[in-house]
């Protein structure tokens, strides 16, 4: 079936915009993660879905960063006041579970934000 | 937290030549994954390997858990094979990865 998908690829933004950023995960996944790769970085952790079960939002860097997830379906992260350095790479996983083999992850091909 | 270290960060072959990627990592885990990250930025899962050893074509990859390090075998590499290479584990009691700092490969024709 179809792969994660994350829109828009790409987006120009001015400092002190909202921006929103949008992961559709494999059906039937019922885990979402949300993570940030600054250029030449590793990945960073920011936020959580399993279910129903409230989000754990553990790696979000500021207020400013907020997401949410509708039952198993797509989830939105929002950035607002944008900074320039919020400017990255916003990569979306999905997988089947949290547990075990079920928490092969499955990579979307991201969203490059840019903040001017 | 638990610590993930990768090795070596970056390497530079020759098409057709072998190599080996580690992965050491400071705590139990119950998951490990490689991944390959292509030069347009698409992070393509590799192993799901949290123990023992897997093969796929001309990559396979060992982990050693009591040990805490994994390693990842590329064999008669391609120009294709360039990008960056993460090692991604999760902690015992954790569903939350940690990645490595990745290694960076690039493969000259």
């Known amino acids: 079936g179809a792969g994660v998908s994350q829109s828009p690829s790409n987006k120009v933004t001015e400092k002190g915009k909202d921006v929103e950023l949008r992961c559709d995960p494999i059906?039937?996944?019922?885990?979402l993660y949300w993570y940030r790769q600054r250029l030449g970085q590793g990945l960073e952790f920011l936020i959580y879905?399993?279910?129903?079960?409230?989000?754990?939002k553990s790696g979000l860097p500021s207020d400013r960063f907020s997401a949410e997830r509708t039952g198993e379906s797509v989830s939105t992260l929002t950035i607002q006041r944008t900074q320039q350095e919020d400017s990255a790479v916003y990569l979306c996983?999905?997988?089947?579970?949290?547990?075990?083999?079920?928490?092969?992850?499955?990579f979307g091909p991201g969203t490059r934000l840019t903040v001017l | 937290g638990i610590q993930v270290e990768q090795s070596p960060p970056d390497l530079i072959l020759q098409e057709g030549a072998n190599s080996t990627l580690r992965c050491n990592f400071s705590?139990?885990?119950?998951?490990l994954q490689w991944f390959h990250q292509n030069p347009w930025g698409q992070l393509i899962n590799l192993f799901y390997?949290?123990?023992g050893t897997k093969q796929n074509g001309r990559l396979s990859a060992t982990t050693v858990a009591t040990e805490r390090y994994s390693l990842l075998y590329i064999s008669s590499s391609q120009t294709t094979d360039s990008g960056v290479y993460f090692c991604?584990?999760?902690?015992?009691?954790?569903?939350?990865?940690?990645f490595g700092r990745g290694t960076s490969l690039i493969v000259h024709p």
């Open positions: 996983a999905s997988s089947l579970g949290p547990t075990g083999s079920q928490n092969e992850q499955f």
């Open positions: 059906s039937g996944h019922t885990a």
């Open positions: 705590d139990s885990v119950n998951n």
């Open positions: 390997i949290p123990s």
């Open positions: 991604a584990v999760e902690r015992r009691g954790s569903y939350i990865p940690t």
């Open positions: 879905f399993q279910g129903n079960s409230a989000p754990d």
